[in-house]
C-alpha cells in the first residue's frame, strides 16, 4: 500500500514535467516491470515479503531488482552468483533510466552476458554432479535465455539504444529472473539438498 502511494506521488511528479516525457516513459516501463516481480512475491509468500522496490535516501524511486531470500535455491555458492548477476542488471537499468549515471550501455550488456555464461555453465557443472534428473531441460532453457541475451546485444550494437530497447530488457530479465531462478532453480536446490548436499 505504502509502495504503490509513493510510486503513485513519483509518477504525478514526473508527469508534470514538461520536455521530460521520455525519462516518464522510460520509469514508467521500469516500473510495469517491477511491479510483476513484487507480485510474484507476494503471491508466493505475503508475509514473510520484502519487496524489491524502495526509496532512496534523496526521495527518487529504486528501479532495479533487489534479491530477496524468497529467491534462495538454499545452495550458497548459486544463491551468490545470483546476487552478483542482480547487481550487474541494476547497473544495466540505471545506465539506461539515468543516461548520466556514467555507464558504458554496450559494455554493460556484454559485462552482463559474460556473466550469463559463466554463471549457467557452473550451475549445469553442479546439477551434473549430482545427476540431476532434468539437467537437459534446464540447459535448454539457458539455451533460450542466452540466444535472447545475445540477440538484445547484437540490436544494441547496430542501432543503438531506444525504449523499445529498454523493455525489451526488462521483460527479458525480470522474466527470466521470476520464472527461472524463483521457480526453476530453486528445485535444484531442493534436489541437492534432499542428496545430501551442502548448502555451502
Known amino acids: 500500500k505504502d509502495g504503490s502511494a509513493a510510486s503513485l506521488e513519483e509518477i ?7 520536455g521530460k516525457l521520455d525519462s516518464v516513459a522510460l520509469k514508467l516501463a521500469s ?10 512475491l507476494l503471491e508466493n509468500e505475503l508475509e514473510k515479503l520484502k ?3 524502495k526509496v532512496k535516501d534523496n526521495g527518487e524511486i529504486f528501479f532495479g531488482i533487489e534479491w530477496n531470500d524468497l529467491m534462495s ?11 552478483e548477476l542482480f547487481t550487474r542488471i541494476n547497473n544495466l537499468l540505471s545506465a539506461l533510466i539515468e543516461k548520466d549515471a556514467g555507464f ?10 559474460d556473466y550469463i555464461d559463466y554463471h549457467f555453465r557452473d ?18 532453457l539457458h539455451r533460450i535465455y542466452e540466444d535472447e541475451f545475445d ?10 539504444f531506444d525504449a523499445t530497447l529498454l523493455i525489451r530488457i526488462q521483460e527479458s530479465v525480470i522474466n527470466w529472473l521470476l520464472n527461472h531462478i524463483a521457480k526453476v532453480d530453486t528445485k535444484y536446490g531442493e534436489f541437492i539438498l534432499d542428496a545430501g548436499g551442502t548448502p555451502a
Open 123 to 140: 550451475e549445469e557443472k553442479l546439477l551434473a554432479s549430482y545427476s540431476y534428473p532434468h539437467l537437459e531441460e534446464h540447459k535448454k
Open 51 to 53: 519487496t524489491g522496490r
Open 31 to 40: 516500473f510495469s516491470n517491477q511491479n510483476k516481480y513484487n507480485n510474484n
Open 151 to 160: 540477440a538484445i546485444e547484437q540490436k544494441l550494437k547496430e542501432e543503438g
Open 104 to 113: 558504458d550501455i554496450v559494455e554493460l550488456v556484454g559485462f552482463i552476458n
Open 12 to 18: 504525478s511528479d514526473v508527469a508534470g514535467e514538461v
Open 73 to 83: 535455491v538454499g545452495i550458497k555458492a548459486m544463491d551468490d552468483e545470483h546476487k
